[in-house]
């Protein structure tokens, strides 16, 4: 086949890379950042589901604890800068592997994942505290409500920390090049949801009074 | 495939690489975006603790938070600078969940 008709053989759209990592789509978009924005999506609707379960259930507990009760703002709010600060260091770490840094990659992989690992150490505190106040998810509305919606939010923050040490791990080994920043990016729109997520549970559930 | 053609696929991933990124905030204007986030969630807290009117203090809370989503979104998620399909996508999913649940929650008169 001659130079020309190979070139005319290709489709009018251009089927290129999506950001250069992935393999080649109609969409000019990669399969994979396609699917992870579809997975959000879908997410919206679980955690809308559990968020408007607590509200549902909201003010109708025939006994308490109730939240004015148990709610300790400034730890809660600690906890919900920490979350937001490893926003943070997850667009650092992307940005350093998208101009080759890998030690810097590193750096703020970690650092992301102890942010993480600090936010879920509060909650299992928060949790701890709450159960010896004499709040479990058995003893009323409020308590069942909001331990499955808080519970939920930080199984998906503990996967997101499974994520990112993974991806350190493959570093650390040399096998996340720079031409595979894509599934870094993927595994940042990850722990940014659970941040977003995590703005709002804060808001509607701790910050408003019932 | 003839090398020209795969020179021509070849610039093409390299231009479509480079846009990619092209436009994405610097790593000082991430950690200004970062402290302008840290500013507004003070502000949230503190409005926990004052005495206005709870209709006007709880509509303040959720436009912050509802300011907070879009800047995340938007820049940190990269739904700004990245393909307008992934920004429909995920504002599907988040109109329709918020659409079924208000409705939802409506319908239940949770509101009343």
Redesign the interface.
Known sequence: ???TT??AA?PAT?A??????GHVTN???SNE??AM??F??????L???L??TY??Y?GKSVSGPTPKDIYD??YT?VS??VL??S??T???AL?AI?RGDHRRLRVWLVATALLGASFIAGQVYEFTSFIREGLTIKTNLFGSSFFVLTGFHGVHVTLGIVMLLSLWNLSLRGKLPQEKSEVV?IA??YW??V??VW??I???IY???S | ?????AE??EH??????HD??AG????AQ??K??VI??TI?AV??G??YTSFS?VAT?AT??V??GV??VI??AY???LKFD?K??RR??I???V???F??IA??LT?G?FQ
């Open positions: 086949m001659s130079v190979d070139i290709a251009p290129v890379h999506a950001d250069g990592h969409t000019g978009l950042k396609l924005w579809a959000l999506g879908s997410e919206c609707l955690f809308g589901a968020i408007s509200f549902l909201r703002i400034p709010s919900s800068f937001l600060m926003s943070l997850m667009v650092l940005a998208q990016e940042g729109l940014h949801f941040d977003v703005i709002v804060f808001t509607v910050l408003i009074p | 495939m003839s090398s020209r053609a021509q696929t093409l991933e390299q231009a479509s690489d990619a990124h994405h905030p610097t790593e991430y950690i975006i970062a986030l840290a969630t949230e807290v409005l926990y709870t709880n809370l959720i912050l938070a907070k989503f995340v979104a940190f998620m990269h393909n399909i992934l996508l995920f599907t999913g988040f329709l969940a918020s079924c649940y939802y929650l239940l949770v």
